[in-house]
């Protein structure tokens, strides 16, 4: 079956510091991958995506390369910002029942 | 572009008690989903519908859980009676396709409360 593993958190950085979440995935199939993202509040919104192998999805300065080889979707960020907190999905859809299969979170916390 | 509507945001009832969701999708999207979000855990899917053709209930507990989409629109989701392990957040979302290269848009949710 399919299946998402995210790094557990909290991950709490400073203001300007260096994000990565860390993402692998299983999959039968050839997914295409997301990282999805929940601030306080509101409903989950997508960040970005990729579809393919090498493949890189950017977004808001975010970005994540689809590395078939280690079967990872990695989450980066140079410079976080406090606005940044929040909880990020990483997901994959096969195209099998159109269904998107999640991890379960990693929440952001950013201070200045 | 008006984004998917959930109502109520909101809703604790005690156990046994029955309890409907509503949800309304993007203008346009045949393609409606309902997941089910536990406290800490990421989305699972309950149920997928095209059109008003449910396509993939296998994961929804048909004993208690029943859904509809009337006119291939909006949609219901009904708990019926409620336990304390309903307890969780029911997300709507819709997309314009189906297939897995699709971006699926999520309302905010229904967080239900089980007393």
């Known amino acids: 079956g399919n299946s998402v593993t995210q790094m557990e958190g909290p991950v709490t950085l400073s203001e300007e510091a260096f994000l990565t979440i860390n993402c692998t995935y299983t999959a039968t199939g050839y997914p295409s991958l997301f990282w999805y993202v929940q601030y306080p509040g509101e409903g989950l919104q997508l960040l970005l995506k990729?579809?393919?192998?090498?493949d890189k999805g950017s977004n808001k300065g975010f970005e994540a390369t689809y590395r078939k080889e280690t079967t990872s979707f990695h989450l980066e960020k140079g410079s976080v910002q406090v606005s940044d907190s929040a909880v990020y999905f990483c997901?994959?859809?096969?195209?099998?029942?159109?269904?998107?299969?999640f991890g379960t979170g990693t929440r952001l916390q950013v201070t200045l | 572009e008006a984004g998917v509507v959930q109502s109520p945001r909101y809703k604790i009832i005690e156990k046994k008690q029955p309890v409907a969701f509503w949800c309304n999708p993007i203008?346009?999207?045949?393609?409606l989903y309902w997941y089910l979000q536990n406290l800490g855990q990421g989305p699972e899917l309950l149920i997928r519908?095209?059109?008003?053709?449910?396509?993939?209930d296998s994961q929804l507990p048909k004993d208690r859980f029943s859904a509809e989409r009337l006119k291939g629109v909006d949609s219901t989701l009904k708990i019926q009676p409620a336990e304390l392990g309903d307890s969780a957040v029911y997300l709507c979302?819709?997309?314009?396709?189906?297939?897995?290269?699709?971006?699926?848009?999520f309302g905010p949710g229904t967080r239900l409360t089980v007393l």
């Open positions: 203008s346009g999207h045949n393609t």
């Open positions: 519908y095209e059109n008003e053709e449910a396509v993939d």
């Open positions: 979302a819709s997309s314009a396709g189906r297939g897995r290269e699709n971006e699926q848009f």
């Open positions: 990729a579809t393919k192998a090498d």
């Open positions: 997901a994959l859809n096969t195209g099998t029942a159109s269904k998107l299969t």
